[in-house]
């Protein structure tokens, strides 16, 4: 990346004011993060959603000594800039308004896994909770599924689901409300060192920045958009773990909820989620397994013949070689890849599963079917 690019793409994100949704506006309306800062007041108050408070911000602007030391920093560190139009940039924040303008990373982790779960829950967890997200995170993990295990490094479920995951051998990533020069809690400094090297630790905060209660409410949408489910292990009537799963709901993800009895403090927001159907029930992996359709990847089909790809178009081939490729992969991430509409989309898949081409699982993941002589 030409660092002087990088440096208007973070100063972006430095703007007073701005938010993700507008930061990316901006982008679309002028072209690129550099022109933002060279374009005219008069002509920046004319972008839907910049009023005069925003565009005075951007006009005086100097703060690019920051970007510039966050970058250095990064590279001495080690540290991995995501910028949203980044290849590299997780396809499943792509499609999500408000995701963040840019991520960092510390560690190796591929953020477009086929299989990638968010696990989430009180600080105060019993023994009970605990047990159920050890025992879930490695029952996947022998059922052959490994998925990539999201949570916040906070205490009790949290640090819980990381610990599992690094004692299964499976990749886990850690999503801080702060920047990644230090971390929340402390004592769990020794389990983010692991995960650095065995997944990553992932924030949109800069370094040195403050350690505030809302940014950990703020971080919880990436923990729900980065991963294809959010599970809630345990909560009360309120708190984080619900907050993510309204975000979850909110990006038509899907939520499961562990149930408990209903004089257990910390199964009031589980069963609350399960009652108002916000979450689906579930007991054990097999719960999980069924829903998300991860039983049914590796079962084979009947035989699609050979001569039915003589008829395909040209838009259709490219989306069967995408599955081909990837295996099983969402609408959204069809989209991207193929770099067609989703109207497009919508229809060339639909066409491909009255052919008996490709399988829709729940959660609106697409399948190859087992096809013999498929040559793409």
């Given amino acids: 990346m030409n660092q002087e690019n ?27 993060p550099e022109g933002i800062f060279k374009e ?9 959603g910049v009023g005069n408070y925003l565009a005075n911000e951007i006009s005086g602007f100097k703060n690019f000594d920051r970007a510039e030391k966050e970058i250095e920093h990064c590279k001495k560190e080690g540290i991995k800039i995501f910028f949203y139009l980044d290849r590299e940039y997780p396809d499943r924040l792509k499609n999500i308004e408000d995701s963040p303008i840019v991520l960092y990373l510390n560690g190796d982790v591929n953020f477009n896994h086929n299989k990638i779960l968010s696990i989430v829950g009180t600080r105060s967890s019993t023994f009970e909770g605990r047990d159920n997200c050890e025992k879930l ?3 996947l993990k022998d059922a052959g599924h ?14 819980t689901a990381h610990k599992a995951a690094l004692k299964n051998d499976l990749k886990t990533i850690a999503v801080l409300g702060h920047g990644l020069d230090t971390i929340y809690p402390a004592s769990h ?3 983010a060192d692991k995960i650095i090297k065995q997944g990553g630790l992932v924030t949109e905060f ?42 979850a709901n909110s990006y038509n993800k899907d939520v499961f909820a562990f149930p408990g009895r209903i004089s257990d403090k910390y199964s009031v927001g589980c069963n609350k989620l399960i009652k108002t159907n916000k979450a689906a029930l579930i007991e054990n992996y097999r719960d999980l397994e069924y829903i998300l359709g991860w039983q049914m990847t590796n079962l084979k089909s009947n ?3 050979p001569a039915l ?68």
């Avoid at 005219?40 to 839907?48: C, D, N, R, V």
């Avoid at 399988?359 to 096809?371: E, F, M, R, S």
């Fill in 40 to 48: 005219s007041k008069a002509k920046l108050m004319k972008i839907p």
């Fill in 303 to 305: 035989s699609v013949q």
């Fill in 146 to 159: 490994n998925p990539i295990i999201v949570s916040g490094l906070a205490y009790g479920i949290d640090i």
């Fill in 189 to 191: 400094k020794y389990f």
């Fill in 309 to 376: 790809f003589n008829s395909l178009t040209d838009e259709e081939m490219v989306i069967c070689k995408i599955l081909k490729e990837t295996k099983e992969l969402s609408i959204d991430s069809i989209c991207i890849q193929s770099n067609m509409p989703m109207s497009k989309i919508s229809s060339i898949l639909l066409n491909l599963e009255f052919a008996g081409i490709v399988k829709c699982l729940p959660g609106k993941i697409y399948v190859l079917h087992n096809v013999i002589g498929l040559s793409i």
């Fill in 206 to 247: 800069m370094n040195k920045s403050r350690i505030d209660k809302q940014n950990f409410v703020r971080r919880n949408r990436i923990i729900a958009a980065i991963s294809d489910a959010t599970i809630v292990v345990e909560s009360a009537e309120r708190g984080g773990a619900l907050i993510t799963a309204d975000i």
């Fill in 137 to 139: 995170i490695a029952d």
């Fill in 6 to 32: 990088l440096k208007y793409q973070i100063a972006v994100s430095l703007i007073n004011g701005i938010g993700c949704v507008n930061a990316k506006k901006l982008v679309a309306y002028v072209g690129s």
